[in-house]
């Protein structure tokens, strides 16, 4: 018999936590899959078990930290939200960026690429509030035309940020001018003609390329699915 209401949401969040898990080459099964999930939210085992078992679904606050931690939407985790709807918080919890969980993330290698997958690993000198020394930070380099109000992946003076664009102004000949914000609250405004596009070992000083969109972030010290 189909489920409804209220077991309906307890079995989707079970079955998306595994997704996540999954996705992540997290602690496969049992004992070891409950203890992470009891730990990274502070609850016994037995009701992180339930969690994965779609016995339970958390209370509100457990919720919104759960989601967080996983870099989820609780949207997502209940099953209202986009199936691939991911997002990437600072420590305080604010400042979400919009990420997309691709459909074949266990595609992802550590040669750093498959396909149009990319992932830039995130050095002491790149590392700031949102992103620490040793996070991965899984990018792509399609479709990748300048939008006001998203994030991108670039290298600025031989260093990579994510950074957000702004549009500030577009000239009678059609140029524009356009703003990015890094997390540290530095502003760089430059005419579309001095953007570059595409990564390379060796920049000239000051100059700024856009590299890509971010799509998925692991943190320090998580493997990359197998």
């Not at 730990?39 to 085992?45: A, E, F, N, R």
């Not at 078990?49 to 016995?55: A, E, N, Q, R, T």
């Not at 700031?128 to 479709?143: C, E, F, I």
Request: charged share 20%; aromatic share 12%; net charge neutral.
């Amino acid at each position: 018999m189909e489920k409804s209401g209220i077991d309906a949401v307890r079995q989707t969040f079970g079955k998306r936590l595994h997704t996540i898990l999954d996705a992540r080459g997290l602690p496969t099964t049992g004992f070891a899959r409950s203890r992470y999930i009891a730990d990274l939210i502070g609850v016994t085992s037995p009701t992180a078990y339930k969690y994965l078992s779609g016995v339970f679904v958390p209370g509100y606050d457990i919720l919104i930290d759960l989601a967080k931690r996983l870099n989820v939407t609780p949207d997502y985790l209940i099953g209202v939200g986009s199936l691939n709807s991911y997002l990437l918080y600072d420590p305080s919890g604010h400042n979400p960026i919009q990420m997309s969980l691709p459909e074949r993330i266990k595609e992802f290698s550590t040669v750093g690429w498959t396909g149009l997958f990319f992932y830039w690993s995130v050095s002491a000198r790149e590392a700031m509030d949102l992103l620490q020394a040793g996070d991965k930070v899984v990018y792509t380099t399609q479709n990748l035309g300048l939008e006001a109000d998203r994030h991108y992946i670039v290298q600025y003076d031989g260093l990579m940020y994510i950074a957000k664009l702004k549009a500030l102004v577009t000239h009678a000949d059609g140029s524009s001018q356009w703003e990015f914000s890094f997390e540290d609250n530095t502003v760089i405004q430059l005419a579309q003609t001095d953007i570059g596009f595409g990564y390379a070992a060796q920049r000239a000083s000051q100059s700024l390329h856009v590299i890509g969109s971010p799509v998925y972030r692991l943190p320090a010290g998580h493997a990359f699915p197998r």
